[in-house]
């Protein structure tokens, strides 16, 4: 590989009224190529070898159904889940994802394969990695083509998240997560107790650096520094980013009240979020000619802040 070197900057996208204004610009570097060693510090997150790939669209729709199929039941986590980040991976990345499709096109004279596309798919649109090839071409051709209503239909999904995340592999008709006996009437999923669903080791897969043959990229590296953290000692992610309350997993007749957990994965774009980051204590000196003033800022974030 000859070792080239992508960098760009990224704006995050426009936030709405309860988020903070043009807080943050990520700046993102993926080096494509050379396989450079840097000791000690990567974990690699490797893209699974399918045997037997998933080989169209309406497959790939059986084993990983669109979030709204899972909300005829689960009214509330597709209601949150659908104003989260990982509802629109695919499209908030369509302007960097064809740069660096061009950037491999230029590079080697025809239309990325497979394993280049996964270099973005494999966590932005994590259930592709189970798809064929041409299938993974035609989801990376529509971002070329800007097609948004195509694009949207991508992203971290209910299944992908309640499957393959926790396998390793696509199921059909089976959900795994974090309630212990879930109520399992005639007719529905089946559901299989999860316990790692409750685990940052859940969330390092696509929250953590990222190193493919053909590619690293440092979208986020919260993982890392929840690792470094004093944190990690007592609080997972899912303790702050997916707070408990009661509720009813399943809007089913006969779904029973228990504690749940919201979907919304709010981060550093909530006003709520960074309150709880940050405690701001104002001590102001005593007055000579000028006043001096000491900010001292508490991060009570399980990571080094802001991201990125
Ligand atoms: C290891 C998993 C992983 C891979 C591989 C990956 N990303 Fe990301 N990406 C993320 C995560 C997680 C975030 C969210 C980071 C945050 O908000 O702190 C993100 C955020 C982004 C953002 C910022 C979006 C926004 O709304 O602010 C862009 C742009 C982006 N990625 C582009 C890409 C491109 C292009 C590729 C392929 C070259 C890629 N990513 C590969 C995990 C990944
Ligand atoms: C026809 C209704 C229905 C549909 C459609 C449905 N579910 Fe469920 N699901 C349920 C019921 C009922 C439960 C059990 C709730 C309980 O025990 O409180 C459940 C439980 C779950 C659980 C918890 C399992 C456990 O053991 O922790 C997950 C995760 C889940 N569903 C995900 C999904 C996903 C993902 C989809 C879409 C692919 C989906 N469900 C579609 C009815 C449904
Ligand atoms: C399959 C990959 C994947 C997994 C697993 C995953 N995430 Fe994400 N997450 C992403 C991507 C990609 C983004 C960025 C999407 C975007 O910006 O459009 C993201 C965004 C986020 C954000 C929003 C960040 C912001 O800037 O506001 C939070 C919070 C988050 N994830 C938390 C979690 C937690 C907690 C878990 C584990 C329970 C988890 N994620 C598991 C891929 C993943
Ligand atoms: C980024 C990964 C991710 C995505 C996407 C995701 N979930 Fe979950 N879900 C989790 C995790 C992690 C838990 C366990 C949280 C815990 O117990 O701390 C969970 C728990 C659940 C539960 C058990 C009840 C509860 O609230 O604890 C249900 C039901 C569920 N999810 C349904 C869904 C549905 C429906 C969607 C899509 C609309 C969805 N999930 C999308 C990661 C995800
Ligand atoms: C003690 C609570 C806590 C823990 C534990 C925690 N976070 Fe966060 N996280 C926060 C808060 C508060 C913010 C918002 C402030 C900020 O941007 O850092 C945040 C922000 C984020 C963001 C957005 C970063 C950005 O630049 O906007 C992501 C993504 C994220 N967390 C993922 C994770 C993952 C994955 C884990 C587990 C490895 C984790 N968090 C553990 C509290 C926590």
Redesign the pocket.
């Known amino acids: 590989m000859r070792g080239s070197q992508?960098l760009w900057k990224?704006?995050?996208?426009e936030l709405n009224s309860m988020m903070i204004n043009r807080r943050?610009v990520?700046a993102?570097a993926?080096v494509v190529g050379a396989w450079v060693a840097l000791a000690g510090f990567w974990k690699p997150?490797r893209s699974m070898q399918e045997e037997a790939p998933i080989n169209s669209l309406k497959e790939l729709d059986e084993f990983f159904p669109p979030a709204q199929v899972c909300g005829s039941c689960h009214g509330r986590a597709h209601e949150e889940w659908q104003k989260s980040?990982h509802a629109s991976?695919l499209v908030?990345?369509a302007?960097?994802?064809k740069?660096?499709i061009s950037q491999v096109e230029a590079r080697e004279g025809r239309f990325p394969n497979k394993q280049e596309l996964l270099?973005?798919f494999?966590?932005?649109v994590p259930a592709l990695k189970f798809a064929a090839e041409p299938v993974v071409q035609q989801v990376a051709r529509w971002v070329v083509e800007g097609n948004r209503p195509e694009m949207t239909r991508f992203n971290v999904g209910c299944a992908f998240c309640h499957t393959g995340a926790v396998t390793g592999r696509p199921e059909k008709n089976v959900v795994h997560g974090s309630i212990e006996s879930a109520y399992q009437p005639e007719g529905i999923h089946r559901s299989q107790f999860a316990p790692k669903m409750r685990k940052a080791d859940f969330c390092a897969?696509?929250?953590?650096?990222?190193e493919s043959p053909v590619?690293k990229?440092f979208?986020?590296l919260?993982f890392e520094s929840w690792q470094k953290s004093p944190v990690r000692e007592t609080k997972q992610c899912q303790d702050c980013h997916m707070k408990a309350s009661d509720g009813v997993a399943s809007d089913y007749p006969g779904s029973p009240t228990r504690v749940v957990h919201t979907h919304r994965f709010q981060?550093?774009h909530s006003a709520e979020m960074l309150q709880e980051a940050l405690q701001l204590a104002l001590e102001v000196g005593k007055p000579a000619t000028s006043l001096p003033v000491e900010v001292r800022i508490t991060n009570l974030a399980g990571h080094r802040l802001p991201?990125?």
């Open positions: 992508i990224s704006f995050r996208k943050t990520t993102l993926v997150v980040y991976a908030d990345i302007t960097g994802f740069k660096y270099a973005c494999d966590c932005h897969t696509c929250h953590q650096a990222y590619a990229v979208c986020s919260v981060g550093g991201d990125g």
